[in-house]
């Protein structure tokens, strides 16, 4: 029998609890967490995620303020609107949703996020903290994949775990959590990118297989050993004849690849809502840090 991971029901039991610690920590009247967006340009998808965390920050009582500027934005006036956000005290996260538009350095911009708001955990200090096992934003979507592996009791310990995958959103610090000495971590990892050679070879080898390199149906049936847990990061929309025009589409061969594994994430439904819970969890830990709670 094959475990579903099913991110989505997770994900809406995780924010109900968000929802009533909100509830508790604003009961005295002070004001609840606050994120801050900024979406630059007309990219859809990006528009439907930064839709996706305004709506669940009103769900669980939060604050939101989304700043949507014109594709034509200046570097400039960006890092301008950034530095306010980051003086607001009113304020307990920010991201900066990306890609950006070709004409901006999308390093600097990530930069200059103040990593005490930094909730996608992008900044050089988040990563460097994560990197050293200490304290710090674990950025949205292996923070995502860490909480399902752990909600749903999965076994790493010495496990082989091949990331697919070596992205700074999700690849590498996914390798990096896998490898921790902590629950879930102590994992045996293998990281694998474009320019390894016979990746069959590694994956074959795999009890956890995590796949984030973008590619729709790129991890077949004969890819995977038997029994293996399976992670699909992959959302990647494909056109469709449906109303959307689309459809969204993993790196996994879900109908074949479910059969052989023990567990497995679907898409949509699985790692795509624990990533926008981890968003949600790191607001409010920002927001209780700044309270000494
Ligand atoms: N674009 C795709 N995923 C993400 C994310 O987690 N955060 C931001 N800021 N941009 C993204």
Same mark, same amino acid.
């Given at each position: 029998?094959?475990?579903?991971?099913?991110?989505?029901e997770?994900?809406?039991?995780?924010?109900?609890?968000?929802?009533?610690?909100?509830?508790?920590?604003?009961?005295?009247g002070?004001r609840?967490?606050?994120?801050?967006?900024?979406?630059?340009?007309?990219?859809?998808a990006?528009?439907?995620?930064?839709?996706?965390?305004?709506?669940?920050?009103?769900?669980?009582?939060?604050?939101?303020?989304?700043?949507?500027?014109?594709?034509d934005?200046?570097e400039?006036?960006?890092?301008?609107?950034?530095?306010?956000?980051?003086?607001?005290?009113?304020?307990?996260?920010?991201?900066?949703?990306?890609?950006?538009?070709?004409?901006?350095?999308?390093?600097?911009?990530? /930069? !200059?996020?103040?990593?005490?708001?930094?909730?996608?955990?992008?900044?050089?200090?988040? =990563? %460097?903290?994560l &990197?050293?096992?200490?304290?710090?934003?674990?950025?949205?979507?292996?923070?995502?994949?860490?909480m399902?592996?752990?909600?749903?009791?999965?076994?790493?310990?010495?496990?082989?775990?091949?990331?697919?995958?070596?992205?700074?959103?999700?690849?590498?610090?996914?390798?990096?959590?896998?490898?921790?000495?902590?629950?879930?971590?102590?994992?045996?990892v293998?990281?694998?990118?474009?320019?390894?050679?016979?990746?069959?070879?590694?994956?074959?080898?795999?009890?956890?297989?995590?796949?984030?390199?973008?590619?729709?149906?790129?991890?077949?049936?004969?890819?995977?050993?038997?029994?293996?847990v399976?992670?699909?990061?992959?959302?990647?929309?494909?056109?469709?004849?449906?109303?959307?025009?689309?459809?969204?589409?993993?790196d996994?061969?879900? /109908? !074949?690849?479910?059969?052989?594994?023990?567990?497995?994430?679907?898409?949509?439904?699985? =790692? %795509?809502?624990? &990533?926008?819970?981890?968003?949600?969890?790191?607001?409010l830990?920002?927001?209780?840090m700044?309270?000494?709670?």
């Amino acid at each position: 029998m094959t475990t579903i991971l099913n991110g989505k029901e997770l994900a809406k039991k995780l924010r109900v609890k968000v929802k009533a610690e909100v509830e508790a920590l604003t009961s005295n009247g002070e004001r609840p967490p606050h994120l801050a967006a900024i979406l630059v340009g007309e990219d859809g998808a990006s528009k439907t995620y930064v839709n996706s965390k305004e709506r669940d920050c009103e769900f669980v009582g939060f604050n939101s303020t989304v700043h949507r500027l014109p594709a034509d934005t200046s570097e400039q006036d960006l890092l301008d609107l950034i530095q306010s956000i980051n003086t607001n005290d009113d304020i307990d996260g920010l991201i900066v949703q990306l890609p950006l538009p070709k004409h901006m350095d999308s390093e600097k911009i990530t /930069e !200059a996020i103040n990593p005490e708001i930094d909730v996608d955990g992008f900044h050089t200090i988040s =990563v %460097g903290k994560l &990197t050293k096992g200490e304290d710090t934003f674990i950025s949205a979507t292996p923070f995502g994949i860490i909480m399902t592996l752990e909600d749903y009791g999965i076994d790493t310990v010495g496990k082989h775990c091949v990331v697919i995958g070596r992205s700074n959103i999700v690849g590498r610090p996914m390798s990096i959590l896998m490898s921790r000495n902590g629950y879930p971590g102590n994992a045996t990892v293998t990281i694998c990118h474009s320019r390894t050679q016979n990746l069959k070879g590694f994956t074959l080898q795999a009890d956890i297989v995590i796949a984030a390199l973008g590619i729709p149906d790129f991890l077949k049936a004969d890819m995977v050993k038997e029994g293996a847990v399976v992670i699909d990061v992959g959302i990647t929309r494909v056109d469709a004849d449906n109303p959307k025009g689309y459809i969204l589409k993993g790196d996994v061969d879900y /109908e !074949a690849v479910k059969d052989k594994a023990s567990a497995i994430t679907p898409v949509p439904g699985g =790692v %795509g809502p624990m &990533t926008r819970y981890g968003l949600l969890f790191n607001t409010l830990k920002s927001y209780k840090m700044k309270r000494g709670k």
